[in-house]
Structures are given as C-alpha cells and as structure tokens.
C-alpha cells in the first residue's frame, strides 16, 4: 500500500494544486511543495527501513510489493515491486521533484496551478515507471509522463517550443509503441508456452523465446529505452526539449526522464532477454562511447547554455549506456551511481540556467562573460557543479564514472579507451562554461540579484548529496547491490554460453535465479503492505 | 410469427412505432421540443426493451433476422449514440429556422435501418437495412436546404451511396447465381461443396460486395466523399455517419465473416489487409494538411477504420473483442469531437477552423479539457479509452502474427499524434492580439452529454474491466 501513496500523493497534489491554484497561486505551490515532501519523506524512511539485504532472499527480492487485480480478462494487474535500483531511483524522483517545485517558485507566473499539475502527474508518471512490475502498466505510466511534459514544454516554454513539444512527444510516444509491440509478442510467446495470459513480470521473467524472435523482441524494447536514454542517432528530440522546457521540465527531462530509459534497460531487457542482450553488447557499448564523444564535442560548439548542457547530457549518459553493457557488477554501480549523480549536477545547472535567463533574457554566452562580480554566489556554485559534471575525484560523479568504466575495462578496452577521452573532453567543456559566463570582461553590464536563499538551500542540499555519494558512497552501493547481482546473475557473457553449457543458458541460468520464485511473491503482498 | 418473436424483435419494432408517432405528431401540430421528447423516450424504451429481448436470444426470427447477444449489443450501441445525436441535433436546430421535426423521424429510420443490420443473417435483410440507412441519411444531410454546403453534400452522397448499393446488389447477385442461396450460414457449406475457394464467382461476388460496405465504411481507396459530406452535414449528423452508420455495417461485416467463414478466402484477407493499410496512410497523410476541424476528424476516421480492419484481418476471439471495444471507444470519441464541434456552433454557422478554437483552453477551460480528452483518445494515449482500444487492436494483430500490420499501425499512430496534438496546442496558445474570439456558451443537456462522454472516456481507459467483460459475454454468441 505504501507503494501506491507513492504514487498517489504526487497525483492527488497535482489535482489540489489545480482546484486551489484558481483561488491562490501561492497556494498551489505550497500544495505542491507539501506533496513532494511528504513523498520524499515517505521514500526516505523505506530506505531507512528496510536495509536492502535483509529482506532480499526471502521475497523474491522485493522489499514491497503491492498487488491487485486490474482487467484480469487480459492477465492485467496494479502489480507495483520496489527493490534496491527502484528505491534509489524513487529517491531522486522526490528530491528532484521538491527541487523543482522550488526551483519554479517565482519563476512561472502564469496558469500556476495547471502548471503544477502537470509538475506532479509527471512525477506520478515516472515513480510508476519505476514500481511497475506488470508489463502493462508499466507501458501504462510509460506513456502517461509524456502528456503532462509535453503541456510543459508546450504551454510555459520558450521560443521554439511547439516544435520541441511535438517533436519530443513523437520521438518517445513512436518507440513507446515499438515497446508496447514487443512487450505483446512476449506475451503471447509465453501464452503458447504455458497456456496462461499475464503481464506479471516476474512470471514473464523466465519465458523461453526462440532466439531469433528475442532479438527482435529484445530490440523493440531496446529502441525504446535508447530514445529516452538518449543514445546517438536517435537524441535529436533531446537538446530541443532541454532547450526549450522551463527549467523545472529540464531538471526533469535531465534528471528523471532520461533515467527511465536506463532504468528500463536494466529491468526489462537484461532479465527479460539475457542471451540477446549479450548478443547486442558490443554493439550498445560502441553506441555509448559514439554518444560520449558526440555529445561533448556538439557540447562545446554550442553559443546557447541551455543547449550546451543539454549535450552534455548526451554524453554523460553514455557512460550509463556503457556501464549497463558491460554485465559486471561494478558497471552496473558505475551506471547507477552516474544516473544519481548526473541527475543533481545537470539538474542544478539547469536551475542556474534558469535564473540567469530569468533576469537576463538571453541564453547566449557571447553575451554574457563576468558575472562572477555581481554574482559571486551563483559563480561559485556553478563552479562546484561544473567540477561535479567533468568528474572532479570526491564527487559522486566521478564514483560513477570511474566504476562504469573499471567494469567496462574488463570486458571492452577500445571501448573503455574511447569513452576515458570523453572525460578530457568533458573537463573542456565544463571549464569553458564558467570561462565564458563568469569570468573575463562582462560583454554587457547586467545588472542581477545574486541567489535567493530559497534557490541558495536548494543549490546547498545538491552539492551536500553529490559530496556525500563521492566521499561515501557505501550506502547507495549497499543499497542497489543485491538487485545488480541478480541482474549479473540473469546474464552469461556470450563467450560462456557457447562454451560451457551444451543445452542454451536460459533455462539452467532461470532455475536459480531467485526472481523467479513466483508464488511466494503473491502471498506475502497481503501482510507486507502492513509493514 | 408467436409472439417470443415479437418479443425479440421488440427493440425494432419500437423504433418503427416511435418514428409513425413522431410523424402523426408532427402532423398534427409542429413542436419542436415534443418532436425530440418522443424520439428521446422512443430509443429509451427501445434500449430498456433489449433486456427483455435478451430472454429469449437467441432466436432467429424469420429467416432474415436473428436477435442474439451480438445483435443485441450493437443495437444497444446504436440506441445510445442515436440518444447523444438526438440531444444533439435538438440543440444545434433549437435557434434554427424553418421545419425541423421531420429530421426525428428519419433519425429514427435510420436507426431501424441500422438495427436491422447488426440482426441480419440474410443477402435481403441486409440490403433492406443498409438501403432504409442509406436512404434516411440523403434526407438528414441534406436537411438544412437554406445553405448550399449540405445540398451539396447530400447529393454526392446520394450519388456515391446508390452506386455502392449497385455494387453491392452485383455482388450479390453474382453470389446467389453461384450458390443459389441467401443466406449467410449456408453460404460456407456451397461453398466448400460446390466450386471451392477459388470460384471466380464467389471471389468476385465477395470483392463487389467488400467495395459496397468500403463505401459505407469510407475506407481507401472508396473514401472520396467522406471529407464533403462531413464537412457539409450539419455536425449532429455527421456524428450520425461516423458512428451509427459506420458501426452497423462493421458489426454486419463481422457477422458475414463469421458465418461465412470468410476467414478461409485468403485473397479476401489479403485484400483487406492492403485496404487498412491504405485507409492509416492515406486517412493520416490527408489529415495531416486540413485547417478545417470537421475535414481533419473525417480523415482522421478513414485511418481508424483503417486501425478496425488491422484486427479484422486478424480474426479469430480476441479480434472480435478488439473490434468491439474499439467500436465502443470509436462511437464516443467521435461523438465527443462531432458533439463539441455540434455544440459550438452557432446558429447558422458552425466554428470549423482550428483558428477558431485558439486560446479554448483559457476561454472555456471545462469544454477545451474535454475537447483535449477525446483527441488524446482518439491519439490513444493512456488514461482515455482510445489506449485501451488500441491496446486491444495492436495486441489482436500480434496474436495473429500480423506482424507488418502491425508494425504500420504504430508508424501510423505517430504520424497521427501530430494533428491531434496540433489542435490540443491551438486550443492551448494563448490568443494573439487583444480580441479573443469568444465562443459561445452551450446549454446545460449540452454540459451533461460532455460531461458524460467524457467520463466514459476516462472511465473506460482507467477501468475497462466490466466492459471487457461485458463484450466478451455478448459475442460468445457468434464464436
């Protein structure tokens, strides 16, 4: 049950904050803020209690779960599971979710309480992503984010932003489809093996596909999950929708959306299609590598900040593409750790972003240049964000980077060689930011207020978090741990597969996979919800 | 007949008696508020009178008509939509000059038509109901003689319609002349017995008669007065078209396909394949280019019956679900956007131009979310019943390993995002210059009827369950 407030407080505040954002728009952002605590605070002490490990063998490896019947006709069920990787994903939805709220505090001015019900049905879209555990459903929520986006985007965006809107909706609405096929051809294919109609993921989880069919499966998934991520060629959709979102839709976009394609990846298409995966390993890592080098070279070319950053995201999430391929535990953390930390780095510049485009209307570095002496403040959390985002060793970024690749080493050198330039590349770029905003000669002479303390806390509890998780990640680590090894556990690198085992690895690989103990998960919902 | 028959053929039977009273009604003193009243009790009753039919289904009533579940639940169908329409028409001719009670009388024939259609298991049967259909929409299209746009759309349908029907009749002609019979369920055991598959005849006789319904259904590349006629008819009948017409002939189509075993003439199939196909591309490509509303949702419903046949050509249980609820969403969704369009309207002319809906959102918050609502369903986008209708279509076809249908309907789909998203958008940027155009209020049935369609739009995208359920009792009797 506590799984489903998860949910529905998000989308509950969102309709409060509409009804009351007509008689006070002060009052819709309080609604909001309110929400977003409340679910930070409710994910919080789920972590606090259930320490991952403990609960992991005897439940099938969820910590909660909730169940209930849906359109039982069709195998369709609310069936919502949170383990370690949907915790700490959970997590940052509602820290990045009251950021965002904050950050739009007295940025947005108009139609505030459409404004934030759009805010909150997109965090309520993007937890759901991350407890879904019916195939169903989570293609449901899938699709349900994007709606309120795009009215984000559409409505309190900036000058381009019918194109972004609409270019970004078709780009995931089109693979989301690709998905929804791939995600029935799985169904039926487990229909014709035992007879049975379910979405249940962890019942699909030990399906035996004919190998040419799940590589196509695989890939329709796979296609999805990259357009999100977003992986080059297909991120085109991306830095137009940074660019032209209100900061709290790019914080976002940045921290949140682009995460759900990662997340997908490690939750569908390694468990669901270990062997096809491995088969297209290769392949996905040279994807990422491209995606680092790609992003930050079109990073540093770019006049317009918003865009700038926007790229980079490009590339930092290739290291996320990478770390998921190489099937090592320590890339699989490397990839969770990025995810995390990208998520605070990009999403505080994109909050600067947003005050400085505030109060001088131009994105345009050419124009900007010396801001450090009138806004000494914002200069130097800029800086710290920057070092953050180039991997400066002590930050979380550079934990998750550097695990991403330790892990990517043992299995692909060019690649892992590739991918380490793009750290040169992002040192340029993250510097050149601060060189060409905040120092040398002020172009023009702005005049503008240095950080509120509301956007000062914000900017504070950011740097403490990325801090915290370079100096001490241990308790993420922990935390995402048992949920990565069994991820690892699913998969035989390919080489094995056609060395060792004589019959393919699926079925002995499922046999002693813990996920796939079924019943007991469907017995304990009932009890576990009052824990 | 005993009088079981009479009690199965009740719902039609009433339907028939309602439109002699209207008329007697209408004779005797022209009102237009009584006129709707009676059309109004006259489907209701119709429609409280299925559950009686229901005892005694199913039961073939003559050779021409059987009322069973399946005839049952179409019909209930029909009788809702031709409610939403009734409502709607009384409130679009309210301000209207000039007669107006004739148009419930044929409303209700058409009706009748319709009804005889979904019942009917005979070549007679059908054509009687299509023809009583057929010839009742020339008279509500061209209803509003005092502008020129509905005349003229009028008599192209009467044109292209009497056409069809000759195509049709052809067909059965040449049908008949090969397998000496009429009737459905015979058709398959000549055929198997007699000249096979394969026959000139049969497949020529089927395909004349796949060209007449094509018509009717305005599927590519039979499709060419669809965008005239739904921009010409006044918008209540167009919703007419869309829906009640439409869907009778589907659930006819389905009901041949069935008893027929149509289902083993593969050249048929594939043929129908090629029509879905071209209705998504060109239903969608054309949409894409219209500034006009009511010509964009013509398109746009070119393309969603082309969505329809991709489960048609699928076949099989979960095909005839799939088809059913996506005619249940369909009927909503279109009467939802023909009913706002409808309702808009002012006297004499109605708001066509997405222009005219810029800046909705902010001037009539409450008609522009639901306005939003039926095109993010008609998009198929979840929360709204086009999802869960699109879901059941897509997962129809992959069970049939339809594979390449499939795969065209999602490009399809997000080709048509963009035009449904266009008008969400317009209704949402704020209105340039200082005037906003204002739109005018809608009446308080008008309110409810949006309130209620777009509650069962939610109600079933969020919880489809009973309704699954509901289809799935209903069509036991034709699998």
Redesign the interface.
Known sequence: MILLWLILIPIIGGVLAWIFGKVNPLLSRWISLIAMILDLILAVVIWIQHPAQIALENQGGWLLQFQAPWIPQYGIGFYFGLDGISLLMVLLTAFLGVVSVLASWSDIRERVGFFHFNLLWILAGVTGVFLALDLFLFYFFWEMMLIPMYFLIAIWGSANRIYSAIKFFIFTQASGLLMLVAILGLYFTHFQNTGVYTFNYTELIGTSIPSHLAMWLMLGFFIAFVVKLPAVPVHTWLPDAHTDAPTAGSVILAGLLLKTGAYGLFRFVLPLFPNAAAQIAPFAMILGAVGIIYGAVLAFAQNDLKRLIAYTSVSHLGFVLIGIFAFNELAFQGAIMTMICHGLSTGGLFILVGIIYDKIHTRDMDRMGGLWESVPRMGAVAMFLAMASLGLPGLGNFVGEFLALIGAFQVNIPVTAVAVVGLVFATVYSLWIIQRTFHGEQRESWELPDLSIRNLAVMASMIIILIWLGLFPKPVLDTARPALQKIERGIIPISQVEDQTPNPGMSRNLSDNPLHIAEPVNHNSAEQEGT | MSSVDFTALMPLLIISVSSVIILLNVAMKRNHFVSFLLSLIGLAVAFVSLWSAGTVAPRQVTPLLIIDTYALFFMGLIFVASIVVAILTYNYLRYHEGAKDEIYIVLMLAVLGSGVLVSSTHFASFFLGLEVLTISLYVMIAFLRSSEFPLEAGIKYLILAAASSAFLLLGMALLYGELGTLQFADLADRIASGPGENSLFVLTGTALLLTGAGFKLAVVPFHMWTPDVYEGAPAPVTAFIATVSKGGIVALLLRYFLLTSGYSLNTVLIAIGFIAVASMFVGNYLALMQENVKRLLAYSSIAHLGYLLVAFVAGGALAVEAISYYLVVYFITTLGAFGIVSLLAETGSEKTSIEDYRGLFWSRPWIAAAFTAVM?SLAG???TAG?VGK?FV??AG??AAQ?GL??LL??N??IA??YY??LV?AM??SPDGEEAPVLPGISLSGKLLLVGLTGALIYFGV???PL??LI?DMMAAVL
């Open positions: 993010l986008i979840p929360l999802f879901f897509v997962t992959v069970s594979y499939v795969i999602v490009v789909s997000a995002l963009y998203l266009r958008v949402l940027s919880y489809p369950s699954v359920q799935r």
